[in-house]
């Protein structure tokens, strides 16, 4: 059964650096893209960034630069390093994988983030 779990959300100051990890379970891990989305109450999910799985990167331009997402294939884990954190950023954010050809794709249950002083 897949399964994606994120780790680590909580408070965080404005200018924080966190780092989210996705574990991933129960599927082919280095076939899928994974991403992060995110949600704000109200809002639909937008996405964040995207890698391949040939380790090709994009980013939407409200986290370019201050976002970074990383993939490590030997423990099934994708990772989010947010840098400069703003007010703005506070949101739950998932983790999705996508797998190009078969369209199989899996959400994980999301991590609340909240920047605040």
């Known amino acids: 059964q897949a399964q994606l779990v994120e780790s680590w959300g909580g408070l965080v100051q404005p200018g924080g650096s966190p780092r989210l990890s996705c574990a991933a379970s129960?599927?082919?891990?280095?076939?899928?893209?994974i991403a992060w989305y995110r949600q704000v109450p109200g809002k639909q999910r937008e996405l964040s960034a995207t890698i391949t799985s040939g380790g090709s990167t994009d980013y939407a331009d409200f986290v370019k630069v201050r976002f970074t997402i990383s993939r490590d294939n030997t423990k099934n884990a994708v990772y989010l390093q947010m840098d400069d954190l703003k007010p703005e950023d506070t949101a739950v954010y998932y983790c999705?994988?996508?797998?190009?050809?078969?369209?199989?794709?899996?959400w994980g249950q999301g991590a609340q983030v909240t920047v605040s002083s």
């Open positions: 129960g599927i082919s891990f280095s076939f899928y893209a």
């Open positions: 999705n994988a996508k797998h190009p050809t078969w369209g199989l794709d899996y």
